[in-house]
Structure formats: structure tokens, C-alpha cells
């Protein structure tokens, strides 16, 4: 859907207060002042308004309500930015993070499969965080409550990752997501499986693997049988029939992760003579978003009542590399732990950690850490939320990011 066309709506919505949206953060407000604790309240703000936020575009449409789903079910699908742990259970998996210093951060301290030092991105966004897939019983009750398919190493393509042995590609994701629904159509009748899937929130973050663990790899066919317009297309086409697979499967609302400037990772800057991000990398980076971005409105106008959005993350990602002292970084061109990019990047139990973890976007060659995961879903949260300023802040509170995690 077109920005201006967003924005027109949205002057609607905030002419026309007693709508569903408006009534919903405000239904949110009501119950969050009830309970005492802090984090609490802003976790179940920020989930209500994310929701809010991606769907009151199509209320208006559609009239349904939100406002029952307060904590909406979560399926999340994607790469190591997204796993929770689905690579523990496959025995010959070479893409795992079960090390000592994975989750040092993380309450317990114990490495989780995560692939950081504390919680991923879409844990900071106070979306609720679902087990792993494959952690499940094949009849588990816990679907119902939401999946995470994510697995690390995977991609858009089949092939993206094949180095690792095992990884649940996307369409290995999508695959398990249609079982899911399978077992929640047994347990609570077609009609409301559909409505659960219908309702359900969809966070997807896919295709930095095409790029980092296919594309950018000279061993690799894919870098040296395409050029990068072939590539970006064989992506978003093999995108579009994924997106429509998921709606085939009733998903309506899904959030689809753009991709960060991959050119500044670590993993890259070492290819460049004096550490600097790769620009050729970063501008490939731009193109694959900016047809993404287009793919997303076109299946917006295409499927009826999809409410498909595109999280660009990219400017705030490279903003937080390019000023880290703005947000209270010191260091953003290496990672904390000291790892040996020439086999594989990540923080190995023989690594040194560097003194302090809260200096460093970086934790590894290829992910964040935790601190720096805070900052960008901050960001991520209030440019979704930016949207819906045009809402008289009497009626609409300003949401408070996690600064309490
Ligand atoms: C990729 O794998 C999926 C599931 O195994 C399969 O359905 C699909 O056809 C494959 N795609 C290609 C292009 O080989
Ligand atoms: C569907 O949900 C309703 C309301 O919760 C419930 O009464 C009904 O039994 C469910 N249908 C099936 C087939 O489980
Ligand atoms: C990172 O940047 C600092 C300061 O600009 C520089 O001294 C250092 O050599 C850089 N490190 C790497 C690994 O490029």
C-alpha cells in the first residue's frame, strides 16, 4: 500500500475516533494501568500497538476486531537474527550457537541457541517470543499459542546455507507452519483454526543467508551464475509464491524484516582493505529492499484483506554503525567477541570477550548484541508507530519502548 494512501487513512482514523484502532490502545491502556509492574504494562502496550500499527489500516475495510487479541499469536519465521533454538534439535546442523558465551546476557546465562549474547530483535519488540518448532510435540497444545520456525542459516532459496548440513530452509518453514495448522485444525475445528490464523501476527526476517552464505560466496554457483538484477529477481519471485503460500494458509497479517546493510557486518568489512563497509554489498542490499518494499504493495492491492507491511530497518541499522557513540556505542567495525572470521565468525568457546559487552553493535561477525538489539527495535517500533501520529495524543498515549530490559 502506497505511503500517501497510509497517511490519508490515517487522517481518517484520527478524524473518526470511534473506530476500532483508537479503541483498541485505548482498550489496551485501560487494562495495562491495572497491573503494577512496569514491564508488563509496557510489554502488553507495545504488543497491542504493533498490532495496532500494522492493522488499522485495514480495519476500516474490514471491521474486524483486534481488540479481542490482545496479545495476538505470533508465528515467527526467518534466519539466526530470529532463532530461538530449532538448530539444537538437528544433529548435524553446523549453523548452531549452543557455545558458552551465546547467551551470556540472556536471563540464566546459558547459551539458548540464540544467536547472541542476549535476546533477538523481535524479543526487544515485545512481541510475545513462541517456543522453537521443533522443541514441540507433534499434538502439543503450545501451537495454539504461536511457533517460531526460525532457524539458522536459512534463506529464501533452498540452496542458501547448504554448507551448514542442516537448516529449515523457508519453504522447510513454511512446510511445518501448514502442519501447525494442520494440528490446530484438529484440535479446534476448521473454522477456528482459520479465524486463529486469520488473526495471528506473522514476523518474518529473510534473505541476509542469499546474501552472506550464497551470493557473496565465490565458491558458491548462484555469485557466479547471476548477475544481481537475475539474483534480486530469482529472490522476490521466489518471495511472492512464499508470501502467497502463507496467505494461502490464511495468514493476513504478516511483517515482513527488510535487510540491514550487510556491507558493514564485520564478516564483510574484513574483505575490504582497511575495514570499511563493502558499498557494492550495501547497494545491493538497497535494491533487494526497494523491490521487496514493492512486492509487499502489490500483494496488498492483489489478495483481499491481506495487511502485508515492510519493516525497512536499513537507515537505522547503518545510522547506529555510522554514529555509535550517538546511542552509547563505542564500537561498531569489529565485534565484541573476538572471533576468527576466516572459519565461520561466530564466538567460539576458546574466544576472548571484549570487557565490556555494552560498547559493541557487534557481537559476532554477523549478529548484533544484545544492547544493540535494544536500540534497533526502539527504532523499529517508533518509525511503526510514527505512522500513527496524526492521532490526537489524548486518546492515543505514546508507546514506551522496553527500557526497563
Ligand atoms: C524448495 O524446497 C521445497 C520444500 O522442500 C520445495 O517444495 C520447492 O519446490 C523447492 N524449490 C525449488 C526451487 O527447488
Ligand atoms: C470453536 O470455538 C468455540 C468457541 O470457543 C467452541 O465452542 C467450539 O467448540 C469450537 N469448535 C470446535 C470444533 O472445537
Ligand atoms: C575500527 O575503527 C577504529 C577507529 O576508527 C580503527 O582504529 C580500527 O583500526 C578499526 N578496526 C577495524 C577492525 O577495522
Same mark, same amino acid.
Given at each position: ?75 515467527? =519465521? ?8 530449532? %538448530? #539444537?534439535? +538437528? $544433529?548435524?546442523? @553446523? *549453523? ?106 506473522? =514476523? ?8 552472506? %552464505? #550464497?551470493? +557473496? $560466496?565465490?565458491? @558458491? *554457483? ?106 552509547? =556505542? ?15 565468525? @561466530? ?59
Amino acid at each position: 500500500m502506497p505511503k500517501t494512501r497510509k497517511i490519508k487513512r490515517l487522517e481518517e482514523l484520527a478524524n473518526d475516533p470511534p473506530n476500532l484502532a483508537i479503541y483498541e490502545v485505548i482498550l489496551i491502556t485501560v487494562s495495562s494501568v491495572k497491573l503494577k509492574m512496569k514491564g508488563v504494562v509496557v510489554i502488553m502496550r507495545m504488543v497491542a500497538l504493533v498490532g495496532t500499527v500494522v492493522f488499522s489500516f485495514h480495519m476500516i475495510d474490514n471491521k474486524y476486531s483486534m481488540a479481542l487479541a490482545a496479545t495476538p499469536v505470533t508465528f515467527v =519465521f526467518g534466519d539466526s537474527l530470529t532463532e530461538v533454538g530449532n %538448530n #539444537n534439535f +538437528l $544433529q548435524y546442523s @553446523l *549453523a548452531k550457537s549452543n557455545y558458552p558465551w551465546y547467551g551470556v546476557d540472556y536471563p540464566g546465562g546459558q547459551p539458548t541457541g540464540r544467536f547472541t549474547n542476549g535476546r533477538t530483535i523481535a524479543e526487544k519488540l515485545g512481541i510475545s517470543s513462541p517456543p522453537p518448532y521443533l522443541s514441540l510435540s507433534p499434538n502439543d497444545d503450545a501451537v495454539l499459542k504461536g511457533v517460531n520456525y526460525a532457524s539458522g542459516g536459512a534463506g529464501i532459496l533452498n540452496d542458501t546455507g547448504l554448507y551448514f548440513i542442516q537448516r529449515l530452509t523457508f519453504d522447510d518453514q513454511i512446510q511445518y507452519f501448514q502442519k501447525t495448522r494442520d494440528v490446530m485444525r484438529s484440535k479446534i475445528g476448521v473454522e477456528n483454526a482459520t479465524k486463529l490464523c486469520n488473526e495471528a501476527l506473522y =514476523f518474518i526476517g529473510i534473505g541476509s543467508n542469499d546474501y552472506v %552464505n #550464497n551470493y +557473496l $560466496q565465490p565458491f @558458491l *554457483a548462484d555469485g557466479q551464475q547471476y548477475t544481481h538484477d537475475e539474483f534480486v529477481q530469482l529472490l522476490t519471485s521466489t518471495l511472492d509464491k512464499q508470501l502467497r503460500r502463507l496467505y494461502g494458509l490464511d495468514a493476513r497479517k504478516i511483517v515482513l524484516h527488510g535487510l540491514g546493510p550487510l556491507g558493514c557486518i564485520p564478516s564483510q568489512r574484513v574483505k575490504s582493505k582497511k575495514g570499511q563497509c563493502l558499498k557494492r554489498v550495501n547497494e545491493w542490499v538497497l535494491e533487494f529492499n526497494s523491490k521487496v518494499k514493492s512486492l509487499i504493495t502489490s500483494l496488498n492491492s492483489r489478495l483481499p484483506k491481506a495487511a502485508f507491511m515492510f519493516a525497512d530497518t536499513y537507515p537505522d541499522v547503518l545510522d547506529l554503525i555510522s554514529n555509535p557513540t550517538a546511542y552509547g =556505542f563505542k564500537i561498531s567495525n569489529t565485534s565484541c567477541c573476538n572471533v576468527d572470521t576466516s572459519i565461520g565468525g @561466530l564466538c567460539l568457546p576458546n574466544s576472548k570477550l571484549c570487557r565490556n559487552r555494552k560498547d559493541y553493535v557487534f557481537w559476532d561477525a554477523f549478529h548484533p548484541s544484545d544492547a544493540a538489539n535494544q536500540v534497533l527495535a526502539q527504532k523499529l517500533f517508533s518509525s511503526m508507530f510514527s505512522h500513527m501520529n496524526h492521532t490526537p495524543s489524548s486518546i492515543a498515549p505514546v508507546p514506551q519502548p522496553m527500557l526497563n530490559y
